[in-house]
């Protein structure tokens, strides 16, 4: 079972990062939340990254 993890300025863009790593579609994995991000000051995004955990469905 192949499982990478990602970071990204948002989940969304973590798990796209992922897909094309792995060179699949999302319904062939299971897609894990590790981190939401967390917004900086005055709500600017990517203060601290989303983190993912993708693996392959068998």
């Known amino acids: 079972m192949k499982t990478i993890e990602i970071e990204g300025r948002t989940s969304r863009e973590a ?3 992922a897909l094309k790593q792995l060179g699949v579609a999302r319904h062939q994995v299971k ?3 590790l981190a939401e991000e967390d917004k900086g000051l005055f709500g ?3 203060a601290k990254p989303a983190r ?3 693996t392959l469905k068998t």
């Open 15 to 17: 798990i796209k990062v």
């Open 31 to 33: 897609i894990e939340i």
């Open 44 to 46: 600017m995004k990517g």
């Open 52 to 54: 993912v955990r993708v």
